[in-house]
């Protein structure tokens, strides 16, 4: 028979199940020393309490925790935070309420950064102010920095940014990690001013941002496209030098606030200076190209990159697709496409849509069909871009085809949707069907109407002789009001001999300031069709004197 183990043994014992992270091992000491008595053993059980809080087995801890003859505030603060690490955040609040109750033990900077992350999880902020108003009344706030940035970084995931920024105000030492909170909330939130004032305040208050506070500070340069203020920036990171001069993500950084401000040329000199580029900068780089337009130039550095082994993600895949369709250029998009293939992104539904896209845009909506239907999930962005792919082929019985089985598949229309469908019932002169979409607009709260949608039906009114609905539409909704509606019934006004509201159109888009060559020439004809020869010549002579350049732009 083997003998007991002895009290050094099983503390060893349960060091090293500590350090396996073994749970089958864990639960089965916890066995064998609930079994022996052993859980409520001074020392057998706090080090039983924590190898089963590092293992994972947190209710089993807690058992043990129940147990235990002493408990100090590492016993409360490690099962408090345990509960938050394992997602069930709640069960913290419960056991700070029985730690409170203990006279022997008192929550301390380490109790309350767990609780301020559990309140992160639950979105507590009243609970949360309970807190922050606990460690101000007993002075941990100002002499515990973990305390602080935690409490700072709870609001603002909250969305509290004001209530963050008067929190880190008040304090008599700000850190960089507190400020970098503050500026890192104000630009995700969409602020990027008031995260850029924030970090000036950072700098004067003598505090040197670090590469996360450079990261976030070019984020909101390239947010707001402040071009100046980013090149401000580089030159205070060049002053620095050092590892920060050669930090991936500041570099990375960079180049995005480079390219999203239109400077591409700068953008690739801080490229070619990287002694290691990643994924993120070559994808930067050809999103540059690609925003500018310059699609050759993306294609020869999507080749490059892998070359260089560098591979594609999904992100570098989407600007190579649509660099084949600023060219536009079929073969290159299918080359792409075999490559999409090669590297397992074939059945990405982001990627998918785009290369519908693309595949239209060339004029192959065979192809742009079979990419459709090899994907094994369509949501809505892939249907729209099926959708517009028909509406750019001038298959406009498709596009409104393709909406009809989008709806059978379940899927809820969105404003692009409903933009291309209301587009092709204008090219169709679908009345009816162009109506009911829009009044299907009008009642669905989460879609906003846009100019698009009132052109479209506009011209599908028009299309249909019902002129003054036309025009009752238009005036119906003044904020929409453009010259595109106008002119396009002004056009069809031509069309229906309707010389009065020709004229009404006419003085529309005088109103708008949009009155060019052919706008003068649409309403010299209509004059001409009524016999109003007078009126039709003095319209000639005005459109005469229109410059060249307005007027071969509209005809």
């Known amino acids: 028979m083997l003998p007991h183990p002895t009290l050094e043994d099983l503390v060893c014992i349960l060091n090293k199940c500590r350090l396996a992270r073994n749970p089958g091992y864990a639960k089965r000491l916890y066995v064998y020393m609930h079994e022996n008595g052993l859980e409520t053993h001074p020392s057998l059980g706090n080090t039983l309490f924590l190898m089963l809080i590092d293992v994972g087995i947190t209710h089993y801890a807690h058992h043990v925790f129940d147990q235990l003859v002493y408990r100090n505030e590492r016993s409360w603060n490690t099962l408090i935070s345990s509960y938050v690490e394992i997602g069930t955040p709640e069960h913290a609040f419960i056991i700070y309420e029985k730690m409170t109750k203990d006279q022997s033990v008192s929550p301390n900077g380490h109790t309350f950064v767990a609780l301020l992350k559990a309140c992160i999880e639950l979105k507590y902020v009243e609970k949360a102010l309970e807190i922050h108003a606990e460690v101000a009344r007993i002075g941990i706030l100002e002499t515990d920095p973990f305390v602080a940035s935690t409490l700072i970084d709870m609001y603002v995931k909250c969305g509290f940014l004001a209530k963050a920024h008067q929190t880190l105000c008040k304090l008599q030492i700000r850190n960089v990690v507190s400020w970098t909170m503050i500026i890192a909330g104000y630009v995700d939130n ?42 401000e920036i580089h030159v205070e990171i060049e002053r620095k030098g050092g590892k920060l001069g050669k930090d991936l993500l500041v570099s990375n950084a960079l180049i995005d606030m480079y390219v999203k401000c239109g400077s591409i040329v700068f953008a690739c000199e801080v490229f070619d200076k990287l002694p290691v580029r990643d994924v993120f900068s070559w994808t930067a780089v050809i999103s540059g190209y690609v925003e500018n337009q310059d699609g050759e130039a993306a294609l020869t550095f999507f080749y490059r ?229 007078e009126e039709a010549n003095a319209l000639e002579e005005l459109r005469a004197r229109v410059p060249k350049k307005l007027m071969e732009g509209f005809d």
């Open 190 to 231: 969409g602020h990027s001013e008031k995260a850029l004032e924030c970090y000036q305040q950072m700098q004067r208050d003598c505090v040197s941002p670090d590469a996360i506070a450079f990261v976030f500070a070019l984020k909101a340069c390239s947010s707001i496209r402040a071009l100046n203020k980013g090149q």
């Open 305 to 533: 990159m892998q070359r260089e082994g560098v591979e594609p993600n999904q992100a570098t895949f989407i600007c190579a697709v649509k660099a084949c369709i600023i060219l536009p250029d079929l073969d290159q998009g299918k080359l792409v496409h075999s490559c999409i293939i090669r590297k397992g992104f074939g059945s990405d539904e982001v990627i998918g849509s785009v290369l519908i896209d693309m595949y239209a845009t060339c004029g192959n909506i065979n192809d742009a069909c079979k990419v459709f239907f090899g994907l094994p999930k369509r949501d809505v962005v892939t249907w729209n871009a099926l959708m517009t792919g028909f509406t750019l082929c001038n298959d406009h019985g498709m596009a409104l085809h393709q909406f009809q089985e989008m709806q059978h598949e379940g899927l809820h229309p969105d404003v692009v949707t409903l933009t291309s469908v209301l587009s092709a019932c204008s090219h169709k002169g679908l009345l009816d069907e162009g109506c009911n979409i829009f009044e299907l607009i009008q009642e669905n709260h989460d879609i906003s109407l846009t100019v698009d949608h009132l052109n479209c039906l506009a011209d599908v009114l028009g299309r249909g002789g019902l002129l003054c609905k036309a025009e009752d539409l238009l005036q119906a909704f003044p904020s929409l009001q453009n010259s595109i509606g106008w002119r396009s019934l002004l056009g069809h006004c031509e069309t229906h001999g309707n010389r009065e509201l020709g004229r009404r159109c006419f003085n529309q888009l005088i109103r708008l300031g949009n009155v060019n060559a052919g706008v003068y020439r649409i309403m010299s004809n209509i004059y001409s069709q009524a016999g109003m020869w």
